[in-house]
C-alpha cells in the first residue's frame, strides 16, 4: 500500500528528512516515532506530496499511485479518498455551522461514493447507508450525525474523521498524532478503533507519534527518526523492547 524508496526532503539547504526504505502493506501499521522536530510529519505529508516549498526526491508509491509522477487529478483521488490523513484536532478543520451528516454527505457526494451526484432518493438511501456503516465501523452511533462540531468530543471527532476516510473507501490511513489531544482513555478508544479496522478491514496504518507507550500498543513495526534520519526500524518487538540504538534506548528510558 505505501512503498517508499531513498525519500529525501529538504528545505533550502537543510535536509529534514532521510528515509532510505518504508514499506506497509495491506493490514498492517508502521510507526515512525521520534522527539519534536525529527522529521515525522514531513515524511507523512511527503508521502501525499503535500510538502509545498520542499525539495523532495525518491520513490513514493501510495495505493499503487507514483505520488512524485503523478498528475494532479491522480493525486487527489490518493489524498481525498484512497489515503486518509488524519490529524491531532480534526475539529479545527470542521466548519462549525455545518453538521457532520451534512458534511460528510457531501465528501461523498464529491467523490461520486453511493450514488455520487445523483440526487434522487434512491441514492440518498444509498449514502446515508454507506455514513451509518462508518459511524459503525468507527463504534459511533450514527446519531451522531444530527450534530454540529462543537457539540462532540475529541475522541469522537477522532472517530468521525476516521468514519469519514472509511465511507469514502480509504484503503491507508496516514494518522499524524492522532491521539495527542485525548485522556489516555480516549486515546485507548481510537488506537481501538484503528487497530480494528487494520484487523477486520486489512487498512494500512501509518502511524506518528511521539508516544512509545502508545505505538507498543498497535504497532507491527517501528522506525525511529533523530533529526530527520532513521536511526533504527524493524519489527516492533525488537525495536521497543530490546533496541540497537542508544538515541531508542533514551527515548524508551524516558516512558514514565
Ligand atoms: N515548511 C517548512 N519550512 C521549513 N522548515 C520546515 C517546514 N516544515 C518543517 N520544517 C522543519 O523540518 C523539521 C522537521 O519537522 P517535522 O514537523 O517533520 O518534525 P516532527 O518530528 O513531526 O515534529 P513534531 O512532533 O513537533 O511535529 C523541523 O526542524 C522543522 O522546523
Not at 462543537?150 to 480509504?170: K, N, V
Not at 489531544?181 to 477486520?200: K, M, N, P
Request: proline share 4%; aromatic share 2%; hydrophobic share 45%.
Amino acid at each position: 500500500m505505501i512503498r517508499v524508496r531513498d525519500l529525501r526532503v529538504a528545505y533550502g539547504d537543510r535536509v529534514v528528512a532521510e528515509v532510505p526504505e518504508l514499506d506497509v502493506a495491506r493490514g498492517e501499521c508502521v510507526a515512525i516515532v521520534g522527539e519534536s522536530g525529527s522529521g515525522k510529519s514531513t515524511t507523512l505529508l511527503a508521502l501525499l506530496g503535500l510538502t509545498e516549498g520542499a525539495r523532495v526526491s525518491g520513490e513514493v508509491s501510495v495505493c499503487g499511485v507514483d505520488v512524485m509522477k503523478a498528475r494532479p487529478r491522480a493525486l487527489r483521488a490518493v489524498r481525498g479518498a484512497k489515503a486518509a490523513l488524519v490529524i491531532q484536532s480534526p475539529q479545527a478543520a470542521l466548519s462549525p455551522t455545518t453538521r457532520l451528516g451534512v458534511l460528510m454527505r457531501r465528501a461523498l457526494r464529491l467523490h461520486g461514493v453511493g450514488g455520487g451526484s445523483d440526487t434522487s432518493g434512491k441514492a440518498a438511501r444509498g449514502i446515508d447507508e454507506v455514513m451509518a456503516q462508518a459511524c459503525e465501523a468507527v463504534m459511533l452511533d450514527p446519531a451522531i450525525l444530527r450534530r454540529y462540531p462543537h457539540e462532540i468530543s475529541g475522541g469522537q471527532a477522532q472517530r468521525f474523521a476516521i468514519a469519514l476516510a472509511i465511507a469514502l473507501g480509504a484503503e491507508v490511513i496516514m494518522a499524524d498524532e492522532p491521539t495527542s489531544a485525548l485522556d489516555v482513555t480516549v486515546q485507548a478508544e481510537v488506537v481501538g478503533v484503528l487497530r480494528e479496522l487494520r484487523e477486520e478491514r486489512g487498512l494500512a496504518v501509518l502511524l506518528v507519534s511521539h508516544d512509545l507507550a502508545l505505538v507498543s500498543t498497535i504497532a507491527d513495526r517501528v522506525l525511529v527518526m533523530k533529526d530527520g534520519v532513521v536511526v533504527e526500524s524493524g519489527p516492533a518487538r525488537h525495536v521497543l523492547r530490546d533496541p540497537d540504538h542508544p538515541y531508542t534506548r533514551e527515548l524508551l528510558e524516558a516512558l514514565p
